[in-house]
């Protein structure tokens, strides 16, 4: 009986023997076609029979989404760690598809300040308009959670703006800047006006800073702009800006000089031009950044097909008095800033539609503005307010081009800012949801 069933084992070891050999000539001769999909398949069971242990949050900080010159098209994604990761990669995949894609991750070594961090950067191009996606960090064998991305679609979008977020405590930039995303899930970027922390070459405030924005920019693109603040040093000493040109990449302007200090990007049919306001700052440093910044703006406005134009700047174009009541006798006129001076005439020229500042800790309405005065075609002219803890109560005088002033001793603000078909509309809010304003271009 024993040899019996051991003939039959070595039968049946000899016919799958035979089977295997068919199936080796088979692999061999059969055209790359057939065996694609067998490759596809098993490269995808590779896959997904990796484990990947959940990356801590001690791993991987900062994560944000990074405004495109097309964010229907593209999107930035950047992170942090505090060492070198073996292979990184961001994931990502439409909503509910198994599918997913892979993009590398640049990763560069950072030393500012006395503090070293690691910065990564992938882009994601060549997706799809008006799309869900969701993505994921990995490096070695470890993954984080899976996050959401959407691309934009059509003209109509709602953005949240932050005035300056510059604070010595960013629980008071926070208690401004959730509230606000809270309220309005349905923002698809957000803008920081600059000055976005105290002092540019503190590290603890940067990530104090993204801690802050963090369930927020994992979601939706920060368009950041660089404020004054961002060009001091820890002796309070300006340099140029070398944390924000390393923490934000954004859409080339040509000039290797001046990386991710000016730009333009597009949502739909509104074009949208962030410029470097530092050049006093920078005088010793880029004696040239004006003129080279003047020339791609109008190299930029030249080219741009959009319906719609807004300005983003720091500095605002307007020059205020001090307030008599709080600094008697201060020898201050009202009028125009430098930075007024120079850029409102090309404002005119190329037909801006909405110009928002900051750096004055105030939020005032100023109405239309050309040639340097009222009138009823040009620009809209918005100074955004404060969003952090270095208020300036009561600092200003009231100017003569002011049509609406925040309500003095100034409190923290933000604005939402929206299109919808042939109208741009701004509204300012306190952090509790309080309407102060709205102000509205029709074209």
């Keep these: 009986m024993h040899n019996k069933w051991l003939r039959r084992f070595l039968k049946l070891l000899l016919f799958l023997a035979c089977l295997a ?15 694609a999909p067998v490759l596809q398949a098993l490269r995808w069971g590779q896959e997904k029979a990796i484990h990947y242990d959940l990356i801590s949050g001690s791993e991987v900080t900062n994560i944000r989404q990074v405004m495109t010159a097309d964010p229907s098209t593209s999107r ?35 030393t500012d300040g006395g503090k070293e961090t690691y910065i990564h950067t992938a882009y994601l191009t060549k997706l799809k308009p008006g799309t869900d996606y969701e993505y994921r960090i990995r490096y070695a064998k470890k993954a984080g959670n899976w996050l959401a991305l959407h691309t934009f679609k059509g003209n109509d979008f ?19 800047a959730m509230p606000a995303w809270e ?62 040109m390393k923490l934000f990449s954004l859409p080339a302007n040509g000039y290797k000089a001046y990386p991710n200090r000016f730009y333009s990007f597009n949502v739909g ?33 030249a080219k741009n097909q959009k319906k719609w134009n807004v300005v983003l700047m720091h500095k605002d174009p307007l020059q205020y008095a001090f307030n008599p009541e709080t600094r008697p006798g201060a020898d201050r006129k009202e009028g125009f800033s430098e930075e007024g001076r120079q850029w409102m005439p090309l404002f005119d020229q190329y037909h801006i539609d909405l110009v928002l500042s900051a750096h004055l800790h105030t939020y005032r309405n100023r ?38 002033v925040a309500p003095q001793p100034e409190t923290d603000n933000y604005l939402v800012l929206e299109k919808q078909d042939n109208m741009l509309r701004i509204r300012c809010y306190l952090p509790n949801g309080t309407l102060l304003d709205t102000a509205t271009v029709v074209k």
Excluded: C
């Design 158 to 176: 709602k953005a949240l703006v932050f005035p300056d977020s510059q604070s010595s405590d960013y629980s008071v930039w926070k208690e401004t």
């Design 21 to 35: 050999g068919l199936g080796a000539a088979f692999w061999q001769f059969a055209p790359s076609y057939a065996k």
């Design 269 to 301: 049919d509104v074009h949208f031009v962030v410029l470097d306001t530092q050049t006093q700052e920078m005088a010793d440093f880029e004696p040239s950044l004006l003129a080279d910044e003047m020339a791609w703006f109008k190299a930029d406005m």
């Design 183 to 244: 309220r309005n899930q349905d923002a698809q970027f957000f803008i920081n006006m600059g000055d976005l922390v105290d002092n540019g070459e503190d590290a603890s405030q940067w990530n104090a800073w993204f801690d802050v924005v963090e369930p927020m920019a994992e979601k939706i693109p920060v368009a950041p702009l660089m404020g004054n603040h961002e060009t001091y040093n820890l002796d309070w000493k300006v340099r140029r800006p070398e944390a924000y």
């Design 367 to 404: 109405g239309i503005i050309q040639n340097f005065q009222r009138a009823p075609q040009g620009p809209l002219y918005i100074i955004t307010g404060v969003a952090g803890n270095v208020r300036y109560p009561s600092l200003w005088a009231r100017h003569s081009l002011d049509v609406m």
């Design 76 to 110: 930035t994604i950047m992170w942090q760690s505090s060492f070198a990761q073996e292979n990184p990669v961001v994931e990502y995949r439409v909503k509910g598809q198994n599918d997913s894609q892979t993009v590398s991750a640049a990763e560069e070594k950072f």
